[in-house]
């Protein structure tokens, strides 16, 4: 792992550091461009994980609303496992998917607040 | 008492893992520059058309 940069900069993602506030229409092209540039992936990614989470999710419910020792319960246990080790069959990135989900999130919702804040600014100084 | 199933531990461990809350998406950036949008305040409808 090259990335051991210092503990001090752990706080600052490297999107903070690349993206600053805004003071040109022109670089609001060029976010508003590296944002799209990245949407679509991150939108996939985003489904994918919902689409897990939501899975599991139902099967936790069912779960919790089973008496453990019961039939039933077991046989709701052994459908999490089956459904696990499904996922972990058909997506063997599932975790590095959902981390890389996680910091493109966080990286367009910083690019997007800097258009907004820039926008804001403009169409305030403009009345 | 955990009894019976030896995978009870793991699934909670599962469950756990895979049922963290997870954000609705971020929506696209579909605001064009505004300035241009509303450089001409058209009305597409006029409530007073001549209509005879």
């Known amino acids: ?127 | 008492p955990v009894e019976g199933s030896g995978d009870a531990n793991c699934v909670d461990e599962i469950l756990k893992e895979m049922t963290q809350s997870w954000p609705p998406p971020l929506t696209a950036i579909h605001t064009p520059c505004k300035t241009e949008l509303s450089k001409f305040p058209f009305p597409t409808k006029d409530a007073h058309s001549f209509q005879s």
């Not at chain 1, 550091?17 to 609001?28: A, E, G, H, I, N």
């Not at chain 1, 999710?57 to 709701?76: I, S």
């Open chain 1, 1 to 127: 792992v090259q990335s051991s940069e210092s503990s001090s900069k752990t706080e600052m993602p490297d999107y903070v550091v690349k993206y600053t506030p805004l003071v040109s229409v022109d670089q609001r092209q060029s976010y508003k461009d590296d944002f799209n540039g990245e949407y679509d992936e991150y939108r996939q990614l985003h489904a994918r994980v919902e689409s897990i989470t939501r899975r599991f999710t139902q099967l936790d419910a069912l779960c919790r609303k089973l008496v453990p020792g019961t039939k039933e319960h077991q046989k709701v246990q052994e459908e999490v496992l089956k459904e696990y080790k499904k996922m972990k069959q058909h997506n063997p990135n599932y975790h590095e998917e959902k981390q890389r989900c996680e910091y493109l999130h966080n990286k367009l919702a910083h690019i997007k607040r800097l258009i907004a804040d820039f926008d804001q600014r403009r169409a305030q100084s403009w009345c």
